[in-house]
């Protein structure tokens, strides 16, 4: 009996050690991936569209807006510098828990004609190599062992040692514990902010260096199959089997080599091949999703402009061709509504308190959010391209260019309140004018605008202009977010230095 008891001890002791251990490891984990995939790991069961892909899906694709414009439940499963290598094992990782009706798969990078991440091309300095073996860790960690795991990592990593990050690895984050925070102790629901955006990744900046360069058209192919085109098909196999839809994309990107535009065509011949749509988004004579000069975070990665717009098409498509049910009127789907309503308060609260112009200007257009918008006559604004460009964006007019010509001022009203049309209702006044009983959805609208002065008064309550020519008078833009009754929510200005302060 004392045996029995002195073995039961000791099992008690090495369970009690194992159960520390694996607190340990998971306190010490790095924290990136169980904060990209804790709402999959939620929503498994019921996502519809899976998409695969490297930085330019994680900053194109918002699963988020899918849902609350189409009603499709989707998850954004993109990684920085992800290759189809990568896409494929990510796929097989997550077939584990989801069985979705529809794969879509970008495919940047084809001509990458290498598998081990730990190697590359094997002539990558050693912090390209840490870099890439990191990044792998962000699709990587939050996967219990398993099979397909093993799998993986023996296919993706050729350093033995390496793996062991892989499949243990408390061996690698043991030595955090000195860097660690409160948040390593939370749930990853409460660790992130972004967590409602369903694996994405939200650009906010505009890139305005850019140089936006487009390589020739060419009817030329990649000259060989590289390794990204095996695993591609392999994940065209595995989906056939599964009978699962694939879609193939290639996003904008405001810079283009001649090997990009050689992969848009084997692309297509692939997808020709296999008789499957594939939604090519460099710009061409007929269609430009995006604005390069307005939508882009850098060369290569879309901002919170262009992820709207591309998101938008996307969605349009996939509706085309695939039978995709809309979700939003369901009572099991609540949790997707719980993170489009975050997602939306978010974008709103951004909206009324933003501190960028150029920012604010685009999540007028995204959100389609009614407003005032006073640019100053003589002012840094009236002759800025960016802020003209976006204008534009907002009028479909060229009104704004002339009020460049004229020095200014300029004044937009832009109705999104959809009593009177679907479409925005856009009053635009240009140049020093005045008018008086102009019908908008304020009321009876009277408009003043000299150079040194402007006022917006509604229903002949000339008490009280909707600028502010007092405290900001010498500010270049005001801009007024209004409500669905013309009730002003914010009112920002910016001076001549475009800071952000608020109005009366």
């Known amino acids: 009996m004392r045996k029995f008891y002195n073995a039961v001890k000791i099992a008690l002791f090495f369970i009690i050690i194992f159960v520390l251990i694996g607190v340990a490891a998971r306190i010490t984990e790095r924290k990136d991936s169980q904060n990209k995939y804790q709402d999959f790991m939620e929503l498994a069961d019921q996502i519809d569209v899976l998409f695969l892909g490297s930085s330019h899906v994680l900053n194109g694709i918002n699963p988020v807006q899918l849902y609350s414009e189409y009603g499709i439940t989707s998850y954004n499963m993109g990684k920085p510098g992800g290759m189809v290598t990568e896409s494929y094992w990510t796929l097989m990782n997550a077939l584990d828990y989801c069985t979705p009706k529809c794969v879509v798969v970008d495919l940047w990078a084809l001509d990458r004609n290498y598998k081990y991440l730990d190697i590359m091309n094997g002539t990558e300095s050693e912090e390209d190599i840490r870099n890439s073996v990191s990044l792998l860790h962000t699709n990587m960690d939050v996967w219990p062992i398993s099979k397909t795991k093993i799998a993986a990592v023996n296919d993706l990593i050729s350093d033995p040692e390496i793996r062991k990050e892989f499949l243990w690895n408390f061996t690698l984050y043991h030595g955090r514990w000195s860097s660690l925070t ?28 850019q140089k ?37 994309t290639f996003l904008p990107m405001a810079v283009s080599y001649d090997q990009d ?34 939508d882009m975070s850098d060369d290569t990665h879309l901002n919170a402009n262009g992820m709207y717009k591309v998101t938008s098409y996307i969605g349009g498509k996939l509706k ?21 309503d975050r997602w939306r308060a978010s974008e709103v609260d951004k909206l009324t308190n933003q501190s960028d112009l150029y920012a604010e200007l685009g999540e007028i257009q995204y959100l389609g959010a009614s407003a005032i918008i006073y640019l100053r006559g003589d002012s840094k604004a009236i002759h800025d391209p960016v802020v003209r460009r976006f204008i534009r964006h907002l009028t479909g007019s060229e009104v704004i260019e002339e009020a460049f010509l004229e020095n200014g001022p300029y004044l937009l ?8 049309s679907d479409a925005p209702v856009i009053y635009e006044f240009s140049g020093e004018t005045q008018v008086e009983g102009v019908q908008t959805f304020l009321g009876s609208t009277t408009y003043i605008g000299v150079k040194d002065f402007a006022a917006v008064y509604v229903n002949e309550d000339y008490e009280n202009n909707y600028l502010d020519m007092e405290a900001h008078y010498r500010d270049d833009v005001q801009i007024l977010i209004l409500g669905q009754q013309g009730e002003v929510i914010s009112h920002l200005c910016f001076d001549s230095k475009w800071q952000a302060k608020e109005g009366n």
């Open 182 to 209: 409160s948040s390593d102790f939370m749930p990853a629901n409460a660790r992130t902010s972004n967590g409602y955006l369903l694996g994405a990744e939200q650009r906010q900046e505009l890139y305005l260096t």
């Open 212 to 248: 936006v360069e487009q390589a020739e058209d060419t009817t030329q192919v990649l000259t060989e199959k590289s390794v990204c085109e095996e695993y591609l098909d392999k994940i065209l196999k595995e989906c056939r089997q599964r009978d699962i839809d694939v879609v193939l």
């Open 261 to 294: 535009r050689q992969a848009v065509n084997r692309i297509t011949e692939i997808a020709a091949e296999n008789n499957l749509p594939f939604l090519n988004l460099l710009p061409q004579e007929t269609q430009s999703v995006v604005d390069y000069y307005t």
């Open 320 to 340: 085309e061709v695939c039978e995709l049910s809309d979700h939003r009127q369901e009572d099991a789907y609540a949790e997707w509504r719980v993170r489009a």
């Open 413 to 420: 009203i832009r109705d999104t309140s959809g009593r009177m």
